[in-house]
């Protein structure tokens, strides 16, 4: 089995055990993410954005993905919800319904084997993994379902995720939501907000902002100022222009360490950083 044959098995892994847990979809946890009874649905239609027409008359989106934007992606997206079209759904909303109506659920297809679609799509490189609006990622598993995906090159990840340090690359995806890698050069910690930021000062580069309650959550979650500093990280959201490139972030799992802090030659002071704000 070739490097791509071995990428796709460990996808197919990842795919297989996503499917065994929608079932399973847990009944404690943060309100957002608790989940109903399952129940049997099928597939009428795949509207703009993804939104999934069912036959019941209810209205729903895929829980812990994002649509993706490119116009050939999302075509291919479509195309592979509409295969399952009228073929009966094992369905499982979480929380309530957004506002416009719609359910954020996980959906099972057994016809020919069990397909978790929201998986399916992240495996296939035909969607990103994003909490959306909600305060915790509901399905951080897939995480590792789109990991296989990037490593594959499938889809979305044809080219490279783009760095932090690419100042212009990212003013150019202003408004669009990017999955970013790169190292954080200094965490300054203020009162109302941390900033993360991955330049150093007069280079253009990507600043990450986390809110107080945001902060402490990452914190319990073992993301401190040391363990952050100097980290190489993956950090997903929508792209604002404000004195440069920044995401704001608001649960702590889109922030994926990669490799350990290490020294870097010209990291700034926080009082250096501060100048900035």
Not at 38 to 53: K, M
Request: proline residues 5%; glycine residues 12%; charged residues 25%.
């Amino acid at each position: 089995m070739g490097w791509t044959g071995r990428m796709l098995a460990v996808a197919a892994c990842a795919l297989a055990a996503s499917a065994a847990r929608v079932a399973a979809a847990p009944r404690s946890g943060t309100a957002e993410c608790l989940s109903g009874d399952g129940r049997t649905e099928t597939l009428s239609a795949v509207e703009p954005r993804g939104e999934l027409a069912l036959a019941s008359g209810a209205r729903a989106v895929l829980g812990s993905v994002r649509w993706p934007d490119d116009p050939e992606i999302a075509k291919a997206a479509t195309e592979r919800l509409l295969a399952l079209r009228g073929r009966p759904l094992t369905v499982v909303a979480r929380g309530e319904a957004d506002r416009w109506g719609r359910l954020r659920i996980d959906a099972l297809s057994e016809a020919d084997g069990p397909v978790d679609l929201a998986a399916d799509l992240v495996g296939a490189g035909l969607a990103q993994v994003d909490a959306g609006e909600g305060d915790a990622l509901c399905r951080p598993g897939l995480l590792a379902v789109e990991e296989a995906a990037r490593t594959a090159g499938l889809g979305l990840w044809h080219q490279p995720s783009l760095e932090a340090s690419d100042g212009p690359g990212l003013r150019a995806a202003a408004g669009r939501f990017v999955v970013v890698q790169g190292t954080i050069r200094h965490v300054g910690e203020r009162p109302s907000r941390t900033y993360l930021d991955f330049a150093a000062r007069g280079e253009d580069g990507l600043t990450v902002t986390v809110s107080k309650r945001t902060w402490r959550r990452m914190r319990e979650h073992g993301l401190s100022a040391d363990r952050l500093r100097n980290a190489r990280v993956r950090v997903r959201g929508v792209v604002e222009i404000r004195r440069g490139p920044t995401l704001d972030i608001a649960v702590p799992e889109t922030i994926e360490v990669l490799e350990a802090p290490t020294a870097i030659a010209g990291a700034s002071t926080d009082g250096e950083r501060a100048l900035r704000r």
